[in-house]
């Protein structure tokens, strides 16, 4: 099964808003990552937060992690258009790294 | 540095068939993985290896092999395709397993008929 889970599975904005998207999991995790997939293409990471931090930012990227609760959320500010894609977050424990099944962003000009 | 390649793009193929997809990273990277992306099920494991002659099972494994003989490639073979397969696969990378970034492929889409 898989660890991690992305709330909600798709979230549609203006432009110009926030977008947050959440993720739980299930087991402990050495750090947790958030990844970023245009349509058609492979996943590019957008930022890792290990399991001894709280937040972390990146551009208009923020994102939490809350190890009591196995959960963690992203948000971006200040939304664009270009931002339209699918986010997953990913857990690492041990040697694997497991991934949700992804929020889909629609992001309206 | 190309990155993670991966070939074919895109590859059809009957059911009982066998194909290997390729998968390579110049990034002298220990951690290379597999993952299956079926629509609403996100990404799966199949495969992983933390480095050269070591390699060892992830989520979904059944029916696929792999190995590693080189820190570079990371094949990974379809023994008997079957239409359960049909996904689009990715072949990621990394320089360890427990806190740095993956590196993506830019995927195989699989159809078998």
């Known amino acids: 099964s898989q660890q991690g889970e992305e709330d909600p599975q798709a979230l549609s904005i203006q432009e110009g808003e926030n977008a947050t998207m959440n993720c739980s999991y299930k087991?402990?995790?050495?750090?947790l990552q958030w990844y970023r997939q245009n349509s058609g293409r492979g996943l590019v990471h957008l930022i890792l937060?290990?399991?001894?931090?709280r937040e972390k930012h990146s551009g208009r990227l923020r994102v939490t992690l809350d190890t009591s609760k196995k959960s963690s959320s992203l948000l971006i500010t200040a939304s664009r258009a270009a931002d339209t894609a699918s986010y997953f977050c990913a857990t690492v424990s041990g040697q694997k790294v497991t991934f949700g099944i992804g929020t889909k962003l629609q992001v309206i000009p | 540095n190309a990155g993670v390649t991966q070939t074919p793009k895109f590859q059809v193929l009957k059911t009982g068939q066998s194909m290997t997809l390729q998968c390579a990273q110049d990034m002298n990277h220990e951690y290379m993985s597999w993952y299956r992306q079926d629509p609403g099920m996100g990404l799966r494991l199949i495969h992983y290896s933390v480095g050269a002659g070591i390699t060892d099972q992830g989520e979904v494994p059944n029916g696929y092999n792999v190995s590693r003989s080189t820190t570079e490639d990371f094949p990974l073979r379809l023994l008997l395709a079957a239409p359960s397969q049909t996904s689009v696969y990715f072949c990621?990378?990394?320089?360890?397993?427990?806190?740095?970034?993956?590196?993506f492929g830019p995927g195989t889409r699989l159809t078998v008929t």
């Open positions: 990621a990378s990394s320089q360890t397993s427990d806190s740095y970034e993956q590196y």
């Open positions: 087991t402990s995790i050495n750090n």
């Open positions: 937060i290990r399991s001894n931090e």
